[in-house]
């Protein structure tokens, strides 16, 4: 039928159209993991060199003190070699700071790299969720119409025709609530309404019925205002209209 050659259609153009985005998906995904082995192996190279620069400074402290004794002791050879290996030392720890600082720098774009990644993935993401979500709704589509198609033959068809139509029928069925699963749909194809949107409309009720009682206060406190002047009014006219005692 139309319908199933349509279905049949949707199949590779589904392919085609989703089948860049995957693979771009794919590529970010790698790049996202071997950007995060990267850092991992920059941070354990930085922590290691630190280890090692804590070490020499513990070491140019042990030998000064040893120049320091030689010295003393007027042992001026011993004291030369030490002096000779405490230069040494302070030109290791000082290359061993500066590639620190470099390492440093090169982990923070390792960090930076791996952000951009998980973006872009995310992103891709998105997008091919976006795609597939309209292809998939193109295809309910398609399947409603398929269904139709078989209903309307079926009555007519003999039996082992019948049979084979009905297993049609039931696979289309069957694809239809793998759908309804995957995005939340209802029966007929539509997002179904979620908890928060129903909160959101009973919030919205309660509101508009709070700022109807609240106008229902407001005027029922007009009217009440006048009455509650009533009585000293009224008290006043009749005083003076009352008569005046007997002398």
């Known amino acids: 039928s139309h319908a199933a050659a349509a279905l049949v259609a949707h199949r590779q153009t589904e392919g085609a159209q989703l089948g860049g985005l995957r693979d771009e998906l794919a590529r ?3 790049e996202q993991r071997l950007g995060g082995d990267r850092a991992v192996q920059l941070e354990a190279e930085a922590e290691l060199l630190d280890s090692q620069i804590g070490t020499a400074k513990d070491k140019h402290v042990r030998l000064s003190l040893e120049k320091k004794l030689a010295a003393s002791s007027q042992k001026f050879a011993d004291a030369a070699r030490l002096s000779a290996e405490l ?70 068809a003999d039996a082992a025709d019948g049979e084979l139509l009905r297993v049609e029928l039931g ?18 194809g539509r997002p179904q309404a979620t908890e928060a949107d129903l909160l959101g409309i009973g919030g919205a009720a309660d509101e508009e019925e709070g700022e109807s009682e609240e106008e229902e206060s407001e005027s029922d406190s007009e009217e009440v205002a006048p009455a509650a002047a009533a009585p000293s009014g009224f008290s006043f006219l009749a005083a003076a209209s009352a008569p005046a005692p007997a002398p």
Do not use: F
């Not at 290791?92 to 952000?115: F, L, N, P, S, W």
């Not at 997008?127 to 119409?145: I, N």
């Not at 609530?177 to 749909?185: D, E, T």
């Open 28 to 30: 970010a995904t790698v």
């Open 87 to 156: 230069k040494a030392l302070a030109a290791k720890v000082e290359a061993d700071r500066a590639a620190h600082a470099i390492m440093g720098q090169q982990i923070e774009g390792a960090r930076a790299a791996v952000g951009a990644a998980a973006e872009r993935e995310a992103e891709l993401q998105r997008e091919l969720e976006g795609e597939q979500r309209d292809l998939d709704q193109a295809k309910w589509r398609l399947l409603v119409e398929h269904e139709e198609a078989i209903a309307s033959v079926l009555a007519e």
């Open 171 to 188: 696979n289309s069925q069957a694809a239809r609530a793998q759908l309804r699963v995957k995005w939340g749909w209802d029966e007929s």
